[in-house]
């Protein structure tokens, strides 16, 4: 499975992203897609996922509320829309593929950046 993110960049406090990411290959496989982020000096955390066939979202406290989790599945695609957003949200967002539940998501996205300014 091979991912493409697309979507971050600069946004003043209290702004709004949309993330995407599309999936191709083996996409009939999935079992759930994900948002990771990873700020700069801190290690890689969960943001949200999405089970592919049902739509059953997950989300990190820290933004519930705030983001939320969506996918197409004709585009095989996933979208994450980031509302209210705040300088610690500032990261590197990245999208994966979980094919297995309960296993590690198997495949990562290149990364988008998105830069929250106060």
């Known amino acids: 499975v091979q991912l493409q993110a697309s979507g971050g960049g600069l946004v003043q406090a209290g702004g709004s992203l949309r993330l995407s990411c599309a999936a191709s290959?083996?996409?009939?496989?999935?079992?759930?897609m994900g948002w990771f982020r990873q700020a700069p000096g801190k290690e890689r955390e969960f943001v949200s996922s999405?089970?592919?066939?049902?739509?059953?979202?997950s989300y990190a406290d820290s933004v519930k509320g705030r983001f939320t989790i969506s996918r197409d599945n004709a585009k095989n695609t996933v979208y994450l829309q980031m509302n209210s957003l705040e300088p610690w949200d500032t990261a590197v967002y990245y999208c994966?593929?979980?094919?297995?539940?309960?296993?590690?998501?198997?495949?990562w996205g290149q990364g988008t950046l998105v830069t929250v300014s106060s």
């Open positions: 994966a593929v979980n094919m297995v539940p309960g296993q590690a998501y198997a495949y």
């Open positions: 290959g083996r996409t009939f496989s999935i079992n759930a």
């Open positions: 999405i089970l592919w066939n049902t739509g059953s979202t």
